[in-house]
């Protein structure tokens, strides 16, 4: 966790403290402003548990083990923290998981002291700072390799990333809801030579308007009430890569000032008469069709074709089936190893479900489902049962059904199902048992005995 560490010790200007905890909460790393708060140091607590150096701090009262648990983090929330020694301290706090390939492996906690030894608080500082400088630096450790894949669009797509990996280009980064857009951009970080530097992300949706101006480009002291000279966005990724996700929601005049940057790669902070000269590569993300967003004026035209220069679209999972049965290993064995369960394989009646649906949540569904059956299931074999209802009742609706399905159990109401799809697919193939058995992905033996059982001929 050292380059964890390492990458976020240019917050200690504006913060007290910072603290990293492994998945065992052991305190791997530890900093403070004020050694003298709550008398603690880092000979203190290096290699203790956070439970035994704060003792009266419950599991379920600790938002770091809540983050570390659950995946989430938690901002701005407060908390009083009282040491072995029996000092106690007020303090604002932000916890975020670190994320390797997707695994929980510890927490980052960065704190500002409340009302230090009776003195007036200071917490002057501007806590949406805070939020920009610990946005999600976290989760960068996706190569191309874990992109997990055997479509043809995604391999194509994943060659033309190695390939353009350096250019300095803009980056544009279109694909629905849980398609793996910030994979795409973790593993575009990873393969250029910016590797080293900062990758720093920001979901624009997130950025009140009002704030966006400072939150881009920093401010100087004096610029409003209030204000402090504190770097923007730009200037923490310098270097490095700058992702603003869902880019269509940012204001149209806000859009403008970026293109500024984009075209000339100078910034200028809010207040401040001199501009900065900064290296950035940009890349902005959206989840609605980009021509779309033109068109109805969600974004600049300018500006799109200016982000347009290397664009890269994410088919959504149901145009790649392919890899359905490839992600189901790859979440089996991932979950096996996150859960400590031994799963060996799944039934063929959920293989044929889970090819069969059409995955509206794309690839994060797919992982969300799997996840569930694991919690489900009790054996080594994820079935039909371990599926969640809502998802067998979608298939259900999405499929035309003049049937009266009233008081059918859901294994029949699957399996009218499962017999009206093998029905259609054979007589659009008219009725060869080979073109049908290769677009279900079932065995000709398989697809044979399915028909005998459903008496189709």
């Given amino acids: 966790m050292n380059q964890y560490f390492e990458q976020n010790l240019r917050l200690v200007d504006y913060i007290d403290g910072m603290m990293i905890v492994d998945k065992n909460c052991v305190i791997k790393h530890y900093y403070t402003a004020y050694p003298n708060v709550g008398q603690l140091e880092e000979k203190d607590v290096l290699n203790k ?38 000092v106690a301290v007020r303090a604002s706090c932000t916890a975020l998981p670190i994320k390797e390939q997707g695994e929980i492996t510890g927490v980052i906690d960065m704190v500002l002291y409340k009302d230090i030894w009776g003195q007036d608080k200071r917490l002057s500082f501007d806590m949406n700072l805070l939020n920009i400088l610990a946005t999600d630096r976290i989760n960068q450790s996706s190569t191309l390799d874990d992109i997990v894949t055997q479509d043809p669009r995604m391999l194509a797509l994943k060659n033309r990333i190695l390939s353009t990996t350096d250019w300095n280009a803009p980056v544009l980064v279109y694909g629905k809801t849980g398609t793996g857009k910030e994979l795409i951009v973790n593993a575009i970080h990873k393969s250029s030579s910016r590797r080293n530097k900062p990758l720093i992300k920001q979901n624009c949706a997130a950025i009140p308007s009002t704030l966006l101006e400072s939150i881009l480009f920093g401010t100087v002291s004096g610029s409003f009430t209030g204000a402090k000279d504190t770097p923007g966005l730009f200037e923490l990724a310098d270097g490095g890569i700058l992702f603003l996700d869902e880019i269509n929601s940012m204001e149209l005049e806000a859009q403008a000032k970026l293109l500024r940057v984009l075209e000339d790669g100078t910034i200028r902070r809010l207040g401040d008469k001199h501009a900065r000269k900064v290296d950035v590569k940009v890349i902005a ?130 399996e009218r199902y499962e017999a009206r799809v093998i029905s259609e697919t054979y007589g659009r193939n008219q009725k060869n048992l080979t073109k049908t058995a290769a677009d279900l992905q079932l065995t000709k033996q398989g697809l044979a005995y399915k028909l005998k059982k459903y008496q189709i001929k």
């Fill in 285 to 414: 993300a959206m989840n609605e069709s980009p021509e779309m967003c033109v068109k109805e004026k969600k974004i600049r035209e300018d500006i799109y074709y200016r982000l347009c220069v290397l664009r890269y679209d994410i088919p959504s999972l149901c145009e790649r089936q392919g890899d359905i049965p490839l992600l189901m290993e790859y979440f089996r064995t991932y979950y096996n190893r996150q859960l400590s369960r031994n799963v060996l394989s799944y039934s063929s009646e959920v293989s044929h479900i889970f090819c069969q649906y059409n995955w509206p949540g794309n690839v994060r569904e797919l992982r969300n489902v799997i996840e569930a059956t694991f919690y489900a299931s009790s054996g080594t074999t994820i079935m039909q049962s371990d599926i969640p209802e809502y998802m067998l009742s979608k298939m259900l609706h999405c499929t035309p059904c003049s049937e009266d399905i009233t008081g059918l159990s859901l294994s029949q109401m699957v």
């Fill in 49 to 86: 548990n956070l439970f035994e150096v704060y003792p009266h701090l419950t599991r379920e009262g600790s938002y770091i083990y809540r983050a570390l648990k659950t995946g989430e983090s938690f901002i701005n929330y407060e908390q009083e923290y009282t040491s072995y020694k029996g």
